[in-house]
């Protein structure tokens, strides 16, 4: 179906290798990132709250419930968690109870939040101050999603897990001599992913320097 077209648009370099592996010409394959607003780096402290807002299912559900549990809840040093998510998929339903099960504790002190539609996205991304991505897969959103970009453009760093096309975000960033966040290992079982995301955890200074990198990153490369 594609081979008669004069020209491919694909929004990652990872699904513009796919298909000249699969035998496109890749003279006529070209990527072009997609793009958000930019915006000026924010001021002010940096709100030690992590924001998950990509899709929810039981996988993605027990991560979450790893890394709520290993947040830091000292004096001072104190993370909250915000999970955002629009009710959708066969399986939302299953990782909602999953968390609320296993999260009680944390969704009655606050130190978790379980969110569906946000009408005021905007709003919610400037009381957070890094996203955090649990998910394995992009299914249903352009390679890169739109949220985390649009995260970035606010200031919020990322914690992502490290799979193809999401971690062309911190290449493009490194390329620049930029800095926007951590990578999480993608095949860690509960016990390596609690203590990778434990380690990855920035500390002021890195929440600052992530603050001022990541809309630096969208305007040199994401911007709409």
């Known amino acids: 179906h594609l081979r008669g077209l004069d020209a491919v648009v694909t929004l990652s370099e990872h699904t513009r290798a ?109 009381r957070c101050g890094c996203q955090l991505f649990a998910a394995d897969h992009v299914r249903k959103k352009v390679d890169l999603p739109l949220t985390l970009l649009e995260g970035l453009a606010h200031g ?15 290449e493009v960033a490194e390329g620049r001599g930029l800095c926007v966040g951590a990578r999480l290992p993608l095949a860690a079982d509960e016990t390596q992913l609690a203590r990778a995301f434990c380690a990855a955890l920035p500390d002021d200074a890195t929440l600052n320097r992530w603050r001022v990198d990541a809309p630096a990153l969208i305007a040199a490369q994401f911007s709409s």
């Open 18 to 126: 796919r298909l000249v592996e699969s035998g496109l010409d890749g003279s006529r394959v070209v990527r072009i990132y997609p793009g958000v607003t930019t915006r000026a780096p924010r001021a002010g402290p940096t709100p030690r709250v992590l924001l998950y807002a990509g899709d929810l299912d039981p996988v993605t559900a027990r991560r979450l419930i790893t890394c709520a549990r290993v947040l830091p809840t000292g004096e001072g040093a104190a993370w909250r968690l915000v999970v955002a998510c629009r009710p959708k998929g066969a399986r939302d339903a299953e990782a909602r109870a999953l968390l609320r099960s296993a999260l009680s504790a944390e969704l009655g002190s606050g130190k978790v939040e379980l969110l569906g539609h946000v009408d005021d996205f905007d709003g919610l991304v400037r």
């Open 156 to 170: 919020l760093g990322l914690l992502a897990l490290d799979f193809k096309p999401l971690t062309e975000i911190f």
